[in-house]
């Protein structure tokens, strides 16, 4: 069984600053990674996912994720956020042998503000 | 784009009702999930379905049903419904192809039951 930890369950974050949301997972055998977000009143969609290859990961507004196998981790990180990144993130895992079967964290909410 | 569909965005029901909560997808996914959202818990997998007619409970099955009668139709069950299944409820779905792993959400249902 996978566990995620998200230990930030609000960050807020002034517009243009950088931003770190953090995420270390719990698994005894191999794992894909995600970030999902969820804005307002929506829906949860893909932001970005590591299945194999480049240990980093892009989305494509600028967010990127670096899965660090030894630390357990998939920090997700921002150089300079914007307004419309106000939302929940979370972060999930699913095992290479049961895929598509997701473990979520319990989310962080990013306020972004002027 | 993929699409998933739940028939209701908000549903307020009494103790004690059968509530119905449907999904639909249109990208002939086979797996389908059910996740309930509360704050400071992330999402928790209720049932998952990898086929028509197959269901597989998740980590919170007690007091939930469901039925896949079709492919693209995915439907929740409240058999006696209880205050404490006031919630967000999201419905997803993906492929069997273990190419990309991706789960498509549904916008949710907002549950209240009193």
């Known amino acids: 069984a996978q566990s995620v930890t998200q230990l930030d369950s609000q960050v807020p974050v002034f517009e243009e600053a950088p931003v770190e949301l953090r995420c270390n997972y719990s698994?005894?055998?191999?794992?894909?990674l995600f970030w999902y977000v969820q804005y307002p009143n929506q829906g949860l969609q893909l932001l970005l996912k590591?299945?194999?290859?480049?240990?980093l990961v892009e989305s494509i507004n600028g967010f990127e994720a670096e899965f660090n196998k030894s630390q357990t981790s998939f920090h997700l990180r921002k150089p300079s956020v914007h307004i419309s990144d106000t939302a929940e993130y979370f972060c999930a895992v699913s095992d290479t042998g049961t895929a598509s079967k997701l473990t979520f964290g319990t989310g962080t909410r990013l306020q972004v503000t002027l | 784009d993929v699409k998933v569909t739940q028939s209701s965005r908000y549903l307020v029901k009494r103790t004690g009702e059968k509530v119905f909560l449907e999904c639909v997808q249109d990208m002939d996914h086979e797996n389908m999930f059910w996740y309930r959202q509360d704050p400071g818990l992330g999402l928790r997998l209720i049932y998952f379905s990898y086929d028509v007619k197959m269901k597989e409970k998740g980590d919170i099955p007690e007091g939930y049903s469901v039925s896949r009668e079709k492919k693209e139709r995915f439907s929740l069950i409240l058999e006696s419904a209880s205050t404490n299944q006031t919630s967000m409820y999201l419905c997803?779905?993906?492929?069997?192809?273990?190419?990309?792993?991706?789960?498509?959400f549904g916008p949710g249902t907002r549950l209240l039951v009193l």
């Open positions: 698994s005894s055998v191999s794992v894909y």
């Open positions: 590591y299945l194999s290859g480049s240990t």
């Open positions: 997803a779905s993906t492929d069997a192809s273990g190419r990309e792993e991706t789960q498509y």
